[in-house]
Protein backbone atom coordinates (compact mmCIF):
# COMPACT_ATOMS: atom_id res chain seq x y z
CA UNK A 1 0.00 0.00 0.00
CA UNK A 2 0.83 3.58 -0.77
CA UNK A 3 -0.03 6.55 0.71
CA UNK A 4 0.72 10.16 0.80
CA UNK A 5 2.49 12.02 3.93
CA UNK A 6 -0.45 13.67 4.82
CA UNK A 7 -2.67 13.72 7.87
CA UNK A 8 -5.06 10.45 6.27
CA UNK A 9 -1.52 8.81 4.97
CA UNK A 10 -0.05 9.11 8.28
CA UNK A 11 -2.93 7.56 10.40
CA UNK A 12 -2.90 4.94 7.68
CA UNK A 13 0.55 4.08 8.28
CA UNK A 14 0.06 3.94 12.39
CA UNK A 15 -2.75 1.89 12.44
CA UNK A 16 -0.47 -0.97 10.40
CA UNK A 17 2.51 -0.10 12.76
CA UNK A 18 0.60 -0.52 15.32
CA UNK A 19 -0.66 -4.34 13.71
CA UNK A 20 2.33 -5.24 13.31
CA UNK A 21 3.31 -3.94 10.23
CA UNK A 22 6.24 -2.82 8.56
CA UNK A 23 6.11 0.98 7.30
CA UNK A 24 8.48 2.44 4.78
CA UNK A 25 8.69 6.34 5.30
CA UNK A 26 11.08 9.67 4.65
CA UNK A 27 13.33 11.06 6.98
CA UNK A 28 15.72 14.34 6.85
CA UNK A 29 18.52 11.59 5.35
CA UNK A 30 17.17 8.99 3.47
CA UNK A 31 13.82 6.46 3.03
CA UNK A 32 13.75 4.53 6.22
CA UNK A 33 11.86 1.60 7.37
CA UNK A 34 10.86 0.76 10.51
CA UNK A 35 8.20 -0.93 12.82
CA UNK A 36 6.85 -0.72 16.42
CA UNK A 37 10.38 -1.57 18.38
CA UNK A 38 8.45 -3.74 20.56
CA UNK A 39 7.28 -6.07 17.99
CA UNK A 40 9.74 -9.01 17.54
CA UNK A 41 8.19 -10.28 14.82
CA UNK A 42 8.32 -7.29 13.16
CA UNK A 43 11.78 -6.57 14.12
CA UNK A 44 12.83 -9.98 12.83
CA UNK A 45 10.55 -8.92 9.11
CA UNK A 46 12.83 -6.57 9.12
CA UNK A 47 15.80 -8.21 9.30
CA UNK A 48 14.69 -10.42 6.37
CA UNK A 49 13.51 -8.05 4.38
CA UNK A 50 17.13 -6.27 3.94
CA UNK A 51 19.08 -9.33 4.04
CA UNK A 52 20.66 -7.72 7.10
CA UNK A 53 23.20 -9.17 9.66
CA UNK A 54 21.34 -10.52 12.40
CA UNK A 55 24.51 -9.49 14.65
CA UNK A 56 23.87 -5.55 13.44
CA UNK A 57 21.49 -4.17 16.01
CA UNK A 58 18.33 -1.57 14.41
CA UNK A 59 18.43 2.32 15.90
CA UNK A 60 15.45 3.18 16.88
CA UNK A 61 13.67 7.01 15.90
CA UNK A 62 11.76 8.79 18.59
CA UNK A 63 9.87 12.45 18.57
CA UNK A 64 11.77 13.88 20.92
CA UNK A 65 14.51 14.07 23.50
CA UNK A 66 12.21 14.09 26.01
CA UNK A 67 10.65 10.50 24.42
CA UNK A 68 14.03 9.29 24.15
CA UNK A 69 14.85 10.01 28.17
CA UNK A 70 11.89 7.22 28.33
CA UNK A 71 14.27 4.47 27.19
CA UNK A 72 17.59 5.71 27.19
CA UNK A 73 19.86 7.42 29.62
CA UNK A 74 21.87 10.72 29.06
CA UNK A 75 25.16 12.04 30.37
CA UNK A 76 26.19 15.55 30.31
CA UNK A 77 27.88 15.33 26.98
CA UNK A 78 25.17 13.40 25.07
CA UNK A 79 22.89 15.97 26.10
CA UNK A 80 24.49 18.50 24.86
CA UNK A 81 25.02 16.86 21.60
CA UNK A 82 21.03 16.05 21.26
CA UNK A 83 20.37 19.86 22.34
CA UNK A 84 22.60 21.22 19.25
CA UNK A 85 21.75 18.68 17.15
CA UNK A 86 17.84 17.37 17.65
CA UNK A 87 15.72 16.90 15.48
CA UNK A 88 18.73 15.95 12.91
CA UNK A 89 20.80 13.70 11.46
CA UNK A 90 23.16 13.02 14.07
CA UNK A 91 22.50 9.10 16.26
CA UNK A 92 23.44 8.86 19.53
CA UNK A 93 24.59 5.39 21.06
CA UNK A 94 23.35 5.51 24.46
CA UNK A 95 22.61 3.49 27.21
CA UNK A 96 19.24 1.90 27.85
CA UNK A 97 17.35 1.19 30.88
CA UNK A 98 14.20 -0.53 29.16
CA UNK A 99 14.32 -3.96 29.80
CA UNK A 100 12.02 -4.78 27.45
CA UNK A 101 12.89 -2.71 24.12
CA UNK A 102 16.67 -4.17 25.01
CA UNK A 103 15.19 -7.82 24.88
CA UNK A 104 13.01 -7.15 21.54
CA UNK A 105 16.50 -5.64 19.68
CA UNK A 106 18.47 -7.95 20.79
CA UNK A 107 21.24 -5.81 23.05
CA UNK A 108 22.48 -5.84 26.33
CA UNK A 109 23.14 -2.23 26.82
CA UNK A 110 23.18 0.39 24.58
CA UNK A 111 20.79 1.41 22.14
CA UNK A 112 20.98 3.82 19.01
CA UNK A 113 18.66 6.51 19.08
CA UNK A 114 17.77 9.74 16.88
CA UNK A 115 15.07 12.48 16.28
CA UNK A 116 14.78 12.82 12.36
CA UNK A 117 14.34 16.14 11.20
CA UNK A 118 11.66 15.51 8.72
CA UNK A 119 7.75 16.88 9.03
CA UNK A 120 6.15 13.36 7.77
CA UNK A 121 8.26 11.49 9.82
CA UNK A 122 8.41 13.27 13.02
CA UNK A 123 4.06 13.55 12.91
CA UNK A 124 4.20 9.72 12.38
CA UNK A 125 6.23 9.37 15.66
CA UNK A 126 4.04 11.84 17.37
CA UNK A 127 1.49 9.14 17.44
CA UNK A 128 3.80 6.05 17.60
CA UNK A 129 6.67 8.01 20.10
CA UNK A 130 9.29 5.39 18.84
CA UNK A 131 9.96 3.29 15.41
CA UNK A 132 12.86 1.09 14.45
CA UNK A 133 14.08 3.46 11.57
CA UNK A 134 17.42 2.08 9.42
CA UNK A 135 17.88 2.58 5.70
CA UNK A 136 15.06 1.45 3.61
CA UNK A 137 17.75 -0.77 1.26
CA UNK A 138 18.95 -4.31 0.90
CA UNK A 139 21.96 -4.22 3.16
CA UNK A 140 25.27 -3.46 1.20
CA UNK A 141 23.53 -1.50 -1.38
CA UNK A 142 22.92 2.39 -1.73
CA UNK A 143 20.53 4.20 0.68
CA UNK A 144 17.61 5.78 -1.30
CA UNK A 145 16.53 9.31 -1.55
CA UNK A 146 13.98 8.61 -4.02
CA UNK A 147 10.72 7.44 -3.51
CA UNK A 148 10.22 6.19 -6.74
CA UNK A 149 13.37 4.42 -6.85
CA UNK A 150 12.98 3.08 -3.11
CA UNK A 151 9.14 1.96 -4.02
CA UNK A 152 10.45 0.00 -6.86
CA UNK A 153 13.40 -1.58 -5.01
CA UNK A 154 11.81 -2.87 -1.55
CA UNK A 155 9.61 -5.53 -1.25
CA UNK A 156 7.37 -7.15 1.34
CA UNK A 157 6.65 -4.40 3.35
CA UNK A 158 3.17 -2.98 4.51
CA UNK A 159 2.52 0.64 4.11
CA UNK A 160 4.69 3.31 2.22
CA UNK A 161 4.56 6.74 3.06
CA UNK A 162 5.44 8.89 0.17
CA UNK A 163 6.91 12.27 1.28
CA UNK A 164 8.38 12.84 -2.25
CA UNK A 165 12.58 12.93 -3.42
CA UNK A 166 14.91 13.63 -0.02
CA UNK A 167 17.68 16.45 -0.34
CA UNK A 168 20.12 14.77 1.64
CA UNK A 169 23.87 15.28 2.78
CA UNK A 170 24.16 11.47 3.76
CA UNK A 171 23.14 9.33 5.97
CA UNK A 172 23.43 10.42 9.64
CA UNK A 173 26.58 10.62 11.34
CA UNK A 174 26.68 8.04 14.38
CA UNK A 175 28.42 8.56 17.62
CA UNK A 176 29.12 6.95 21.08
CA UNK A 177 30.64 8.86 24.30
CA UNK A 178 33.26 6.57 25.91
CA UNK A 179 34.49 7.58 29.04
CA UNK A 180 33.17 11.09 28.36
CA UNK A 181 35.26 11.37 24.96
CA UNK A 182 33.39 11.35 21.74
CA UNK A 183 33.92 8.19 19.23
CA UNK A 184 32.74 8.54 16.10
CA UNK A 185 31.31 5.30 14.61
CA UNK A 186 30.05 6.72 11.36
CA UNK A 187 30.95 10.24 9.68
CA UNK A 188 27.67 11.56 7.45
CA UNK A 189 25.84 14.16 7.16
CA UNK A 190 27.26 16.02 10.10
CA UNK A 191 31.47 15.80 9.43
CA UNK A 192 34.01 15.15 11.92
CA UNK A 193 34.85 18.93 12.25
CA UNK A 194 31.00 19.81 13.30
CA UNK A 195 30.92 16.88 16.03
CA UNK A 196 34.08 17.95 17.48
CA UNK A 197 34.02 21.93 17.45
CA UNK A 198 30.64 21.52 19.99
Known amino acids: MRVNCDKKGIERAFEIINRGGI ?74 HDKRLKNSLGVS ?31 GQSSSTDPVECFKNMQDYDVFVDGGPIISKGESTIIEIEDEKVRIIREGALSRKEILQL
Open 23 to 96: AIFPTDTTYGIGCNPYNNESIKKIYEIKFRDSSKPLPVLVYSKEIAEKIVFFDELSLKFAKQFWPGPLTLVLSS
Open 109 to 139: DKIAVRVPNHKCTLELLKKCSFLVGTSANIS
